[in-house]
């Protein structure tokens, strides 16, 4: 039946649902759509943490850190590409954006460091459980002491628009039946299109036949619903693999496993990468190794260190041994060959210094059984192009104008991650531009 609100966003994953919340503290009323039968899109996924700079934990932990540093390190890993306004709004409106998470029950206390980052900056609980599942928790008790409406299995089909205002949107249930939501705003948080084997051709074909990590609502609808109101795209063509995906399936192993210790060798049992360099190096580089797949080998002091890698033992992926020895024999390669790569690395924790690669931090020796080995290769993981948006996550036209009453915030918006998004990014984006969008919408119908 139709309806009307305030604001309606499109899309539950950590963008709009940040919005809601935000919206609703700023006293508007909003309604969220979401096509899949359960919220969180990929933000149900997300693992590695939310990276923050200048914040109360890195003080308290003795880590010196400032936006400017973090601005400096995304640029550098998006390669010059990134927005800078964009960027700038995201760096230095990190730290705040935790505590915001933490006033809402998020607990994010633990810092660790990705791929790309000059000092410890990614936040994860204490516990070191998965970050996206933290966070859709805190927002679900949110959302419910709020009393925010939220209606799964509703697709957002259409966006209206009377001349460059919108005014709604038209929806669909699971029935095939369409009703509008008529609204003074509309936010658009309806992810990546990463599970679109058609749009990733379309706009890079060198990505034709990749797998994916993303979960199937990541079609990229948004980019289709907008195209009548000729709104901008920025760096579509821009899309990442993650480096270690589970040869052959979609299950991503989380970047912390490398960053807590894991290394990754090829089918001679020896290292060939700074395993904790950016995601389109590691992804690259292990395409050139024969069979185009590596393997990603640690021992147990890995998921003792870090909590969320265990779930990888518990559901089945890795492959177990008690000595390096049998881990070898298990996977087909030489154990000589393997046990030499793995006492030079050992000798490069004691000086932490690893002549072979240069790799920054070595968290700990391998040497602790049970040993594992995943066999992993690049799968499409994050598509940092999309909407084009001003940095009060208003979405521009191809005139360079604003489109009245359009916002867009998270994975479906371009620019801020240049073209190659650092780990650790895409839940800080969402927070922070998420946080944004459900301000600047809530105010502009005051
Ligand atoms: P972000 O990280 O930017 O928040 P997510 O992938 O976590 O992105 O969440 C995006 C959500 O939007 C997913 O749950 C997805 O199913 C949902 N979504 C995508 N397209 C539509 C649509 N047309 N209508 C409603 N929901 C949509």
Redesign the pocket.
Known sequence: EDTSTDIVI???????LTAAIEATFEGAEVIV????PF?????NYATGGMNAAATKHQEAQGVEDSAELFYEDTMAGGHDKNDPELLKVFTEGSAASIDWLEDLGADLSKISRLGGQSVDRTHTTSDGGAVGAHLMSVFEKNLEKLDIDVRIN????EILAEENRVTGIVVETADGSQYTIHAKAVII????FGASQEMVTKFNPAYAGFGTTN?P???G??IKMVEKLDAALVNPEYIQTHPTVVAGGNIMITEGTRGEGAILINREGKRFINELETRDTVSKAILEQEGETAFLVFDENVPERLAAVRKYSTNGVLIEADSLANLAEKIGVNSEELEKTITEYNGYFETQLDTAFERRVIAGQLEKAPFYAVEVAPAIHHTMGGLKINTSAQVINNSGDVVEGLFA????TGGLHGDNRLGGN?VAD?VIFGRVAGKTAAQSIQ
């Open positions: 499109i899309g539950s994953g950590g963008a709009g759509v979401e096509k899949n919220m969180g899109g990929n933000t509703t697709k957002a089909v948080a309806s992810g990546g979960n609502g990541a079609t609808d948004a915030a998270g994975e479906v895409a969402i």
